[in-house]
């Protein structure tokens, strides 16, 4: 898919500066939740095939727990927050009791409500770096959780792009808390309409 | 022990299989998983369909694959190559799922159900019994079809396994 026929790196560069802001506010949220330090790192903007999104957290049949919003406003998109089952007992632990998420194939309706709020006021604070960056209106939807497989939550957020192409252009930022193994995962798929705009807004020549 | 071949069939894509070969797709979530058998040649076909109408199709190249109404006449077609015969097809069908349910309000969270929709009208408009389902629901599933049985196994992460 030729989503963008010219400057091709150089846009790829301002997407992953666009990651890289608003991915970094979301760590600074998320490490003042916690009172602990949040590693970030550097984002990745990929154009991949279907297919290869979910190998991003470990293949289409591993389980993860996801928060998604769909982004409004001047450049619509997809939002994903994707943890691990176990980082997730491990927020949850740090935040509501330390017998927190003992069963792992069900969550308690508190516990996911809780999970729920950590991925919105995390996507708030993305969306809000990055309107503030770029002087457009960005807000989140009401914020919605699955706890299943990669593959299947994901496909959700690749609808706008199935109409153009089989391949989907994702910022990717994964971060780590203190030296514990925690892997998540910030997604933003912004439709494909919206990058001209975002381009537009951050100075980029557009064709 | 005998070792059995799987065939993968991707997001948006499909594939048949004979000969006792086993056809597989992962996480289907809103997308739906489709198969054709014909009992007689045991052929087998399966597409992971991901939105309704190629009406909507903005790419140049069309993945036939990817959209319920052009998907099933494709894969009528690839069957009809490996000897299947089209009177004799049956299908079954999984997914369809609407994984975000309160997402919105937008058209986008009811793809699944209009996903499921889609399928059986293409079906119908092909002459092809639809013989079970396990669609809809809030959750992701995985689904393999034996070229041998006709069976489709379908896993999901918090009900098991179950044959349709």
């Known amino acids: 898919m030729s989503l963008f026929p010219k400057d091709f790196d150089f846009k790829m560069d301002v997407l992953r500066e666009v990651g890289n802001i608003g991915a970094g506010n979301a760590a600074t949220a998320l490490s003042r939740l916690l009172n602990k330090p949040v590693d970030m790192a550097v984002p990745t903007v990929s154009l991949l095939p ?58 308690s309706e508190m516990e996911m409500s809780t999970l729920c709020e950590i991925g919105n006021i995390l996507a708030g604070s993305y969306l809000s770096s990055l309107g503030d960056l770029t002087r457009m209106q960005m ?26 192409g089989d391949d989907a252009l994702l910022i990717d930022t994964s971060f780590r808390e203190g030296k514990e193994e925690t892997q998540g995962h910030f997604f933003l798929i912004p439709d494909p309409e919206s990058f001209d705009k975002l381009f537009r807004a951050l100075g980029v020549p557009v064709e | 022990m005998t070792e059995v071949t799987l065939i993968k069939v991707g997001m948006a894509d499909l594939n048949v299989a004979a000969g006792g070969a086993v056809l597989k797709t992962t996480g289907l979530g809103s997308c739906v998983g489709v198969t ?92 092809i019994p639809l013989l079970a389902e396990d669609t809809g629901a809030h959750y992701g599933r995985t689904i393999e079809f034996d070229s041998s049985t006709g069976v489709l196994v379908i896993r999901s992460v918090q009900y098991g396994v179950k044959e349709i």
Request: no cysteine; charged share 20%; aromatic share 6%.
């Open chain 1, 50 to 107: 279907f297919e290869e999104i979910a190998e991003r957290v470990g293949g289409s049949e591993t389980v993860v727990v996801a928060i998604f919003l769909r982004v409004g406003g001047d450049a619509p998109g997809n939002m994903f927050f994707i943890i691990t089952r176990e980082s997730a007992r491990r927020l949850l632990q740090g935040l509501l009791s330390e017998d927190a998420a003992s069963d792992e194939a069900e969550y």
């Open chain 1, 139 to 164: 807000y989140p939807s009401v914020p919605s959780i699955a706890v299943d497989m990669a593959g299947a939550i994901l496909s959700y957020g690749l609808i706008q792009f199935g109409t153009m």
């Open chain 2, 36 to 127: 054709l058998y014909d009992p007689v040649r045991k052929a087998a076909g399966m597409a992971h369909i991901m939105l309704p109408s190629s009406e909507i199709a903005r790419e140049g190249q069309l993945n036939a694959a990817k959209y319920a109404d052009t998907a099933i006449p494709a894969l009528i077609a690839r069957l009809h190559e490996i000897g299947a015969v089209k009177e004799r097809l049956v299908a079954k069908m999984a997914g369809g799922a609407q994984m975000f349910a309160f997402a919105g309000g937008s058209e986008a969270t009811r793809i699944g159900p209009r996903n499921v929709e889609s399928t059986k009208l293409a079906l119908e408009a092909e002459n």
